[in-house]
């Protein structure tokens, strides 16, 4: 099973990065994939999910600045960021989730590497 992300770099505030994760060994049924981000010294927070069924899900910090999208017959996952604050810089990560909990919630199992955004005021 791999995820393997790329497309972070350093851009200034204002600019705009498409992080990809294309994903490639996993036989399990894939229930939501998601983008999350650990900035320095916090702990990994969900950004943008997209489920089996295309719904799509965004924390406040980045609705309406961050776009998920995927392409399944590329097995990727995108995530379009405009707008781009400091705020923003952190490692980001792709996951998969191939389970939901009990209470209703999915479950990321599988996780890339991550990919650093940095942005610049």
């Known amino acids: 099973v791999q995820l393997v992300e790329s497309g972070g770099g350093l851009v200034q505030a204002g600019g705009s990065l498409t992080l990809s994760c294309t994903a490639s060994?996993?036989?399990?049924?894939?229930?939501?994939m998601g983008w999350y981000r650990r900035a320095p010294g916090e702990r990994h927070k969900l950004v943008a999910s997209?489920?089996?069924?295309?719904?799509?899900d965004y924390s406040d910090s980045v609705k309406g600045r961050f776009t998920i999208s995927r392409d399944n017959a590329k097995n990727t996952l995108y995530l379009q960021m405009n707008s781009l604050k400091p705020e923003d810089t952190a490692v980001y990560y792709c996951a998969a989730a191939t389970r939901i909990s009990y209470e209703g919630t999915y479950e990321y199992d599988y996780w890339g590497q991550g990919t650093q955004v940095t942005v610049s005021s």
């Open positions: 060994g996993i036989d399990e049924e894939i229930n939501a």
């Open positions: 997209i489920s089996a069924g295309d719904i799509r």
